[in-house]
């Protein structure tokens, strides 16, 4: 059963608008005042509210771990992001309460003017490299060919962990490299200072991006 308000809104959309058709259909009334106001309500307002509220609800579920590993590849990096004896990026992410189990989505998303767009076109290219590449091969063939189509933006990192507080600073190689990691001429993760988000992954590998 869902537990978002906006699921809930939709279904109850969905559950006043559907009598209401049905009953026209069926009955075929005169088309007085009160058949138009309860077509209005069946086939314009109730729908509509359908609409908005399903869209954010499928929005919202698009951002959670449970959805970003439902695709059979994906199962190790959600798995690692679970455990919480695991030490990497992605397990210490996921424990933290701003996160929580949407940590996929805050690390991956782009965080630009128009991040929700670009980063949910980019999820429209991980759909098509899954149905294309993907689907027909086993989690041991497809940890060795799945890397970030571009290097992982310190931006992502630098939302969250300011290079402006004093106790970033006062770690040596942050003030060493403070105007190289704003640019991410130096990256934070993979070849950088905190190595790869998904160590797991990386086995056998030469990539240095997570």
């Known amino acids: 059963m869902p537990h978002d308000p906006f699921a809930w809104a939709a ?10 058709v049905i009953w026209y259909l069926v009955r075929r009334p005169p088309l007085v005042r009160g058949t138009k106001i309860a077509l209005l309500l069946g086939i314009g307002v109730f729908p509509i509210l359908t609409a908005g509220t399903g869209n954010i609800a499928g929005y919202e579920a698009t951002k959670t771990r449970r959805f970003c590993g439902s695709c059979h590849v994906m199962t190790p990096y959600a798995r690692d992001s679970e455990d919480v004896a695991s030490p990497s990026l992605s397990s210490r992410h996921s424990r933290n309460a701003a ?3 949407e940590n996929c989505y805050a690390c991956h998303a782009d965080y630009g003017m128009f991040g929700t767009v670009t980063t949910k076109i980019g999820g429209m290219r991980h759909v098509y490299e899954y149905l294309t590449h993907f689907r027909d091969l086993s989690v041991a063939e497809a940890l060795p060919r799945i890397h970030l189509i571009r290097p992982f933006p310190n931006g992502n990192c630098t939302r969250c962990h300011s290079t402006e507080v004093p106790g970033w600073q006062q770690i040596g190689d942050h003030a060493g490299l403070v105007d190289e990691l704003r640019d991410s001429a130096v990256s934070c993760v993979g070849g950088g200072c905190h190595g790869p988000a998904h160590p797991f992954s990386k086995v056998g590998r ?4 997570p």
């Open 99 to 101: 996160f929580g189990a």
């Open 11 to 20: 279904l109850a959309g969905a559950a006043l608008s559907a009598p209401i």
């Open 206 to 209: 030469e990539e240095a991006a």
